[in-house]
């Protein structure tokens, strides 16, 4: 019998949080069919066109939005019979409204929430847009700091420096409209230090064979832009450009952009700093009876969330890059 072309499985969880190296390495197995493009964002949408966000490249990057039914399911058409099909878009797992389509719409599916230190991710977050010269703040917690004004501004989802990373509460809604059976939590801790023993945990979670994928790829790095001219001079042309690409095909903006963000980035060696304890310590409240929530959920520990040290990036935390802290005044 011909099943309805549909994901069997999501991942969820929040950007630089390690979705696209989970993805990454469950595309390698035979019996894994994956969508293309990775993240077609559908269930935030509502058979509608996605809101007119309107911070820096908001509606460039919606234009990727993929919001007609018949254009997300048709990306499911050409897996084989007996591949299990998944797509992977961050934002699920933050947003409500996709946790009611999703109960609604795909009562077995599975989904694969991927949870990183919240404070840790925010930074890479942040760092992420600001080496891509759209984030306009060059202080960290100042960003931080002005995500609800952001937000009442009309900022896209990928803004929400904290809000993303309330994993227990999300985690908690989600279980309104999908069996808590079905639902696996995954550390990005683990993907770094036990990269096998996850991919076989994820594997076995989706009832595919164990010991198909070699491991766990790094993607998704940038290098680290420190404040000076180059972003002074150079951020304001990509804002600019972001705002004119909403007008050309995605394919296009990231072509003609990709030599400007390039200058950005100028030839750095990419060593990202790490917050300092204090800049911890002043963001933990934020968080703590989140973590606690979240911990209660799964009956797991997330004690070393509660942290004053940063564990820093991939790369870092994997021995590839040297730990560097960062001061005040560049974080």
Same mark, same amino acid.
């Given at each position: ?52 966000? !309107? ?206 963000? !390039? ?13 300092? !304890? ?49 001061? !005040?005044?560049?974080?």
């Amino acid at each position: 019998m011909l099943r309805p072309p549909r994901p069997d499985f999501l991942i969820v969880g929040a950007p630089k949080a390690g979705t696209t190296a989970v993805h990454s390495a469950l595309a390698q197995h035979p019996r894994v069919f994956v969508s293309r493009p990775k993240e077609p964002k559908y269930w935030l949408c509502d058979d509608a066109p996605p809101p007119a966000w !309107n911070g820096p490249g908001d509606a460039h990057s919606q234009q990727e939005w993929m919001w007609r039914s018949e254009d997300y399911f048709r990306l499911f058409e050409g897996a084989a019979p007996d591949q299990v099909r998944g797509e992977s878009t961050p934002f699920y797992l933050w947003s409500r409204g996709a946790h009611r389509r999703i109960g609604e719409a795909l009562p077995e599916v599975k989904v694969i929430a991927v949870v990183r230190d919240p404070i840790d991710r925010a930074y890479s977050n942040w760092m992420h847009l600001w080496s891509d010269g759209l984030e306009p703040e060059s202080d960290f917690e100042t960003a931080f700091a002005l995500e609800d004004a952001r937000v009442a501004a009309g900022w896209a989802p990928f803004w929400r420096y904290r809000d993303l990373g309330l994993y227990g509460d999300q985690i908690t809604h989600l279980r309104r409209f999908v069996d808590p059976e079905r639902i696996l939590v995954i550390r990005y801790r683990e993907i770094i230090d036990q990269p096998q023993a996850t991919v076989d945990a994820a594997c076995r979670f989706l009832g595919i064979e164990e010991g198909h994928v070699p491991g766990i790829p790094h993607h998704n790095s940038r290098n680290f832009v420190e404040p000076g001219w180059r972003p002074t001079l150079l951020g304001p042309v990509v804002r600019g450009g972001a705002r004119l690409g909403a007008y050309a095909p995605p394919r296009v903006w990231r072509k003609v952009s990709e030599p400007l963000v !390039n200058q950005l980035s100028g030839r750095g060696d990419g060593h990202r700093p790490l917050l300092t !304890n204090g800049q911890r310590e002043r963001l933990l409240p934020q968080f703590a009876d989140d973590i606690a929530t979240l911990a209660s959920l799964t009956g797991r520990d997330f004690g070393d969330w509660l942290s004053s040290e940063s564990r820093g990036s991939f790369a870092q935390r994997s021995g590839a890059s040297p730990r560097r802290t960062a001061s !005040n005044s560049s974080a």
